[in-house]
């Protein structure tokens, strides 16, 4: 069956450090790939996606490109700020004859520090 | 103008009670969902309504019962609560007609504590 893993956390970092999260998936299908972001106290978010292959996700400086020859929808931002302290989500929804199927990760958190 | 909203924020109860969660959507999907998110954060899907229609029941106790009145709203009833109850419960909603990629909309969840 389909499934999303993604790098364990917590990740810490310096305010300003380049940020990558690691995500890889197994699909039968052609999934469209997601990174979503939970903030202390709240539900998760959209952050960006991809719906095919070679697609680039882009928001808030985070990009995410979407590899079907590594299956992989790794997650970067160039400068991490202390307002991304968060945990991501990648996940992966596929059509398939009952509907659509969403897949989460375990999720990844990170830490900025001032 | 809140997109999807649940009711109640938190709900502490004793072990033994039924309760209930409340979730309404303004956002014209069709399609409603349930999560379990433990205290590791982990989110595990529970119950999918497609059109007030369950379309996925992931192995829950049936303790856990969902309603759908209508399209935009979905309801969530637990009797006979349990201490492994404890957990953030997050109502989600999203188009899935044709053309649609599945992107999920969240509530603020629901904190369930049972003592």
């Known amino acids: 069956g389909d499934s999303v893993t993604q790098m364990e956390g917590p990740v810490t970092l310096s305010e300003e450090a380049f940020l990558t999260i690691n995500c890889t998936y197994t699909?039968?299908?052609?999934?469209?790939l997601f990174w979503y972001v939970q903030y202390p106290g709240e539900g998760l978010q959209l952050l960006l996606k991809?719906?095919?292959?070679?697609d680039k996700g882009s928001n808030k400086g985070f990009e995410a490109t979407y590899r079907k020859e590594t299956t992989s929808f790794h997650l970067e931002k160039g400068s991490v700020q202390v307002s991304d302290s968060a945990v991501y989500f990648c996940?992966?929804?596929?059509?398939?004859?009952?509907?659509?199927?969403?897949?989460f990760g375990a999720g990844t958190r990170l830490f900025v520090k001032a | 103008d809140t997109a999807v909203s649940q009711t109640p924020k938190y709900l502490v109860t004793q072990m033994g009670n039924d309760k209930s969660i409340k979730c309404e959507q303004n956002?014209?999907?069709?399609?409603m969902y349930w999560y379990k998110q433990d205290s590791k954060k982990f989110l595990k899907i529970m119950f999918s309504?497609?059109?007030?229609?369950?379309?996925i029941n992931e192995t829950v106790p049936n303790r856990f019962s969902p309603k759908s009145p209508d399209k935009a709203h979905l309801n969530l009833h637990i009797n006979s609560l349990e201490l492994g109850d404890s957990a953030v419960y997050f109502c989600?909603?999203?188009?899935?007609?044709?053309?649609?990629?599945?992107?999920?909309?969240f509530g603020p969840g629901t904190r369930l504590t049972v003592l």
């Open positions: 989600a909603s999203s188009h899935t007609g044709t053309g649609s990629t599945d992107t999920q909309y």
């Open positions: 699909a039968t299908g052609y999934p469209s």
């Open positions: 991809a719906t095919k292959a070679d």
């Open positions: 996940a992966l929804s596929d059509r398939g004859t009952g509907g659509f199927k969403t897949i």
């Open positions: 956002l014209g999907h069709d399609t």
């Open positions: 309504y497609n059109n007030k229609e369950l379309i």
